[in-house]
């Protein structure tokens, strides 16, 4: 049979080394500096203001082939370069979010006790509260200070963490299920235990919130306009004795934010309908918000960017990938996996029809004819792809912004990287596949 389903490997084409690490080489930096969504945003606009993108102005002419951007808040951004088409012709628009599973600080974190200073911490998003224990953790975000100026806490010298029990006493704690280990209220971060006079007596909480004073120009009732947050402290690095996998914290979903957008800058020619990569945060708490996908800022944009079309005609007519990473075959793990429809290391990026759990609750299931729009794209272009779907039918499930595009009456289908250790502190991602989903990315978009 010719056209039996049969995966093929990336590596059947003959990329050499160079092709696949001038994209991974990109792709470190960007993970290494995108720890949040503002800094994804921060480091995506930099790179499209380079590529002769510019911010969209109202009112302005802009011809086919022009290049722009619009910030959402700081959190999410849309990049667009006009068809040659009206935008009622239809948009292409690749959709992937650029939050991803943390442990944000309370609104009132600090607190000493036993002489220790720690931050209290609610976490964002699914995470297995014992993997964030004993790991390196890196403090990112923004405070708002009195006179309304926002300072920047990232700061590479500074380094916490959340303490764990020795094995030695840890008898009681080992007894329990993964899930009741490590309880969210301990999520506590170290950061401090150095005392200083305060009165009549010690106090290691007056001698931080002084530093912070003398640092960052913040007291304590400051944090309460605040977004803090702690992400592992770990550097990016290529995994293996063959240098073929990304290990990082954060690739879900900033490897299909990265593929994305690179792809979108790879367009070089004018194309007929006008491309856009849309990158929004609050994925992994619902889509709900101003940032988020279900969030207005997605219509204001079309309708700023159309100079006023009807929006209705203009999403009829568009396209979307929801980008978005699934689950890959992990041998270790293989059983929460259908075989036949898993994805898997090294056989590029998977369309997923449909998300969702136990009898496709929460999905828009892509159309038989939304998938064959999408997978003639890839064949078209040479891009070796995977379809599959995420894990065993009642085993779990997940749920990506594909439905809020598609509820919009956008034609939708998800595509991503497949990935192992999936919301853990470090993820782990193929090189090839890195590069095969940015030419997916681009043989949509262009
Ligand atoms: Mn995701
Ligand atoms: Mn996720």
Known sequence: MEHEYKKKSVYEKHYTKDDLSKTVEKYLSFLKFGKTERKCVEYTVRAAEAAGF???EDGKKYNPGDKVYLINRGKAVCFVIFGKQPMTAGVHIAAAHIDSPRLD??????????????????????????????????????????????????REDLTFCVTDLLPHLAGDQMKKTLAEGVEGEDLRVLAGSEPVKDGDKDSVKANVLRLLYEEFGIEEDDLQCAELTMVPKLEPALIGFDKSMVGAYGQDDRVCAFTAFEGLLDVTETP?????????????????????MQGRFFERALRRLSGGADLLTICAASRCLSADVNAALDPIYPNVLDKQNACEMGFGPCI???????????????SAET???????????????????????????????????????????????GLLSMHAPFEIASVADVYETRRAMHAFLK
């Open 54 to 56: 510019t911010a969209f």
């Open 352 to 366: 997923t029809k449909y998300t969702g759990a136990r009898g496709k609750s929460s999905t828009s299931d892509a």
């Open 105 to 154: 600080l309370k609104v009132n974190p600090v607190s000493e006790e036993s002489g220790l200073l720690l931050l209290k911490t609610h976490y964002y998003g699914g995470i297995k509260k014992y993997q964030w224990t004993a790991l390196p953790l890196a403090l990112e975000g923004i405070v708002i200070r009195k006179d309304g100026t926002a300072v920047d806490l990232r």
């Open 371 to 417: 998938m064959f729009y999408f997978i003639k794209k890839m064949r078209e272009a040479d891009v070796t792809f995977q379809t599959g779907e995420l894990g065993k039918v009642d085993v779990g499930g997940g749920g990506t912004i594909a439905k809020y595009m598609a509820n919009r009456d956008i034609d939708t289908v998800d595509i991503g990287v």
């Open 272 to 292: 007929e309908k006008t491309a856009m990569v849309f990158l929004v945060d609050k994925e992994e708490v619902g889509s709900d918000g101003v940032t988020g």
